[in-house]
C-alpha cells in the first residue's frame, strides 16, 4: 500500500495531538509530511523532531537551530497558509477559531481531501469555500463527531430521503440551570465540561451552546440542508453522536465511546474502517440514554444561530466573530458568562445584512462584529 502523505494544522491543540496518536497507529498507511502551530514552543519543536517531516511552520519566528535540518521551516503570519499549499493527499484542519479560513482555502485550491475539526471557517467562508471546493475537486470530510456521525448516517440513504438532521449536544455543566442562575456561574465551573477534554474557547462555546448554533450553521454548510431540517437535541452521555432521520420515519444513529480519535480516524481513512484506539462501547452498561429538547428560546445561542443561517448576508460571520470577541472579553473577566449571548445578540441587530460575496467582504464584516462587541461591551460595565 502507497503511504498517504498527511499535513496536519494544528498540530499541537488537542485535535492536532489526537491526529498524530492516529497517524502513530497506522505507520504503514500514513506519512507526515508537514506540521504546523501557532508559537515556536518546545511542544512543537519535540513534535517536529520525533516525526521528522518536510515542512514545519510557525506563525512565530522561530529559532532555525531547534528544529532538525531536513525539515524545511516557514514563519511568519502566512505559514500555515503557505504550508495549506503544499500537494499532499489529506490536510488535517486543526486550527481553530475564525484563522483557519485563508488555509482552508489554499487547501481546497490543492483539490485533495481535507479532513476539518473547524467549524468556523465553514461559517464564515460560506460561498467562497463552496466555490473553492468545487473549482478543484477536493472533498470535504469532518472531524467533529456530531458532523461525522452525520456523515456516517447520510451514507444510508439519498439525499432527497432525508426528513431531518438531529445533531446531540452534552449541554454543557449548566444546561439545567435557569438564566437567574447562570448569571453568577465562574469561569472555574464554565470549564470543568462534563464528558470532553477540550481547549477551553470550546470548553466556553459548550457552556453557552455557542459551539451547537456555530455545528447547526457548519452541517448547512456540509451537507446542503436549510435551517428547517437540522434539530438538535440534548444528550448528556454524550454516546450518540448524531441521528439522521429519513423520509419513511426510521432513524439512523452513530453511537460510540466518546472520543475523538475514532471521528479523526473515519477522516483520514474514508471510505475504508481500520481497527481503531478507541474502546469498544459496551451498551449493557450504558443502561440511561437520556435525550431532551434544545428550546431556542431557553437556549439563546440556538435561536441566535438560526436566526443567522436564515437571513445569511454576513449574518454566521457577525454570529461567529461577535462570539469570538465576546470569549476573549469574558476570559479576561470584562463581561460575565450570560453577557456573550447578549453581546452577540446586540451585534446580529445592528448589523445589515449585504452579499458576501469577496474574501475582503469577509474579514471586513468579522472586523466590524469585533469592534461592535468591544465597544457594546464597555456599556454593559
Not at 115 to 137: F, P, R, T, W, Y
Not at 214 to 224: C, K, N, T, W
Request: hydrophobic share 40%; proline share 5%.
Amino acid at each position: 500500500m502507497k503511504q498517504q502523505t498527511v499535513l496536519v494544522l494544528g498540530s499541537t491543540g488537542s485535535i492536532g495531538r489526537q491526529t498524530l496518536e492516529v497517524l502513530q497507529s497506522q505507520p504503514d498507511r500514513f506519512t507526515v509530511l508537514g506540521l504546523s502551530a501557532d508559537r515556536d514552543s518546545e511542544a512543537f519543536r519535540a513534535q517536529v523532531r520525533a516525526w521528522k517531516p518536510k515542512y514545519a511552520a510557525c506563525r512565530q519566528q522561530a529559532d532555525r537551530s531547534a528544529y532538525p535540518k531536513e525539515t524545511e521551516l516557514l514563519c511568519g503570519e502566512d505559514a500555515s497558509e503557505r504550508l495549506a499549499s503544499v500537494p499532499c493527499d489529506c490536510t488535517v484542519l486543526a486550527i481553530s477559531g475564525f484563522a483557519a479560513l485563508k488555509p482552508l482555502l489554499a487547501a481546497a485550491n490543492n483539490g485533495g481531501r481535507i479532513a476539518i475539526a473547524n467549524k468556523e471557517s465553514l461559517v464564515c467562508g460560506g460561498a467562497l469555500v463552496d466555490a473553492a471546493l468545487q473549482a478543484h475537486g477536493a472533498q470535504l470530510v469532518p472531524i467533529d463527531s456530531e458532523q461525522s456521525a452525520l456523515f456516517q448516517c447520510l451514507q444510508n440513504g439519498r439525499k432527497s430521503e432525508v426528513r431531518r438532521l438531529i445533531l446531540t449536544a452534552s449541554g454543557g455543566p449548566f444546561f439545567r440551570k435557569s438564566k437567574e442562575e447562570l448569571e453568577h456561574v465562574t469561569l472555574d465551573q464554565v470549564l470543568r465540561h462534563p464528558t470532553w477534554n477540550m481547549g477551553r474557547k470550546i470548553t466556553l462555546d459548550s457552556a453557552t451552546l455557542f459551539n451547537k448554533g456555530l455545528e447547526v450553521i457548519e452541517a448547512a454548510r456540509l451537507f446542503g440542508f436549510g435551517a428547517e431540517q437540522i434539530g438538535v437535541l440534548i444528550h448528556p452521555q454524550s454516546i450518540v453522536h448524531s441521528m439522521v432521520e429519513y423520509c419513511d420515519r426510521s432513524v439512523i444513529a452513530n453511537l460510540a465511546v466518546p472520543d475523538m480519535r475514532l471521528p479523526i480516524q473515519y477522516a483520514l481513512t474514508y471510505p475504508e474502517r481500520t481497527g481503531s484506539l478507541t474502546k469498544p462501547l459496551d451498551l449493557a452498561s450504558a443502561h440511561d440514554l437520556e435525550f431532551y429538547p434544545a428550546d431556542p428560546e431557553r437556549f439563546g445561542a440556538l435561536r441566535l444561530a438560526y436566526d443567522a443561517l436564515r437571513t445569511e448576508g454576513g449574518c454566521p460571520i457577525v454570529y461567529n466573530g461577535a462570539n469570538e470577541q465576546a470569549a476573549e472579553l469574558y476570559f479576561a473577566e470584562k463581561i460575565r458568562f450570560t453577557d456573550i449571548e447578549r453581546c452577540v445578540e446586540a451585534a446580529l441587530n445592528a448589523f445589515t445584512p449585504r452579499p458576501i460575496d469577496t474574501l475582503e467582504r469577509v474579514w471586513e464584516t468579522d472586523a466590524w462584529s469585533r469592534a461592535f462587541v468591544a465597544d457594546y461591551a464597555k456599556t454593559m460595565r
